[in-house]
């Protein structure tokens, strides 16, 4: 299967603080996504982005396909950011998706 | 509008017991997933139905049975659990295996095994 990895694994941030995290994989894919995960575990979709850039608000996104990889910015942070980002990919053909382990995001008033 | 329901929210299971945990969409889609998440871990694919009337293996489909019952639901059966088993279950789903859409998940089961 396609290997998945995020960075960094943990990070603690000020409030109005911005970041950058990645996420690396192995394969081609024909599917990425962000996710986060609240601290009551709910899964919420952030970005569908298998190529190119999307903004949402104070989020934004970033894969280059060819090089294999994908960045999640978070600019003006905020309490409510906190939880674990994940990536989550699928390969070409058979539509399995692989999960990283996720960058969990404390950020401090 | 309801999204991806999944019951129960949380259970307890005694080794050897059996269960079926559900799962039901109703935005039309065609693909539907079972995932676990163990602690401190990423989502990891057990089972997935890239349309109604088929089911394939994910990553760690041992221990585990699936059913699409029709295009809304698919469940997942624990025929005889074990404490290894302990996890957070989410159900996905998406338009469809060529689509290009994104997953969408329900709340999760959080399953102890006793």
């Known amino acids: 299967g396609i290997q998945v990895e995020q960075s960094p694994p943990d990070l603690i941030l000020q409030e109005g603080a911005n970041s950058t995290l990645r996420c690396n994989f192995s394969?081609?894919?024909?599917?990425l996504q962000w996710f986060h995960q609240n601290p009551w575990g709910q899964l919420i979709n952030l970005f569908y982005?298998?190529?190119g850039t999307k903004q949402n608000g104070r989020l934004s996104a970033t894969t280059v396909a060819t090089e294999r990889y994908s960045l999640l910015y978070i600019s003006s942070s905020q309490t409510t950011d906190s939880g674990v980002y994940f990536c989550?990919?699928?390969?070409?053909?058979?539509?399995?998706?692989?999960f990283g382990s996720g960058t969990k995001l404390n950020v401090k008033p | 509008n309801a999204g991806v329901t999944q019951t129960p929210k949380f259970q307890v299971l005694k080794t050897g017991q059996s269960m079926t945990l559900q799962c039901a969409q109703d935005?039309?889609?065609?693909?539907m997933y079972w995932y676990r998440q163990d602690p401190g871990m990423g989502l990891r694919l057990i089972y997935y139905?890239?349309?109604?009337?088929?089911?394939d293996k994910g990553e760690v489909p041992n221990g585990y049975n699936v059913s699409r019952l029709n295009k809304r639901e698919f469940s997942l059966r624990l025929e005889s659990a074990a404490p290894s088993q302990t996890s957070v279950y989410f159900c996905a789903s998406r338009s469809g295996i060529n689509s290009n859409q994104p997953q969408h998940f329900g709340d999760g089961t959080r399953l102890s095994i006793l």
């Open positions: 935005m039309n889609h065609n693909s």
């Open positions: 982005i298998p190529s």
């Open positions: 989550a990919v699928a390969e070409w053909i058979f539509n399995k998706f692989y």
């Open positions: 394969d081609s894919v024909n599917n």
């Open positions: 139905s890239a349309s109604e009337g088929t089911t």
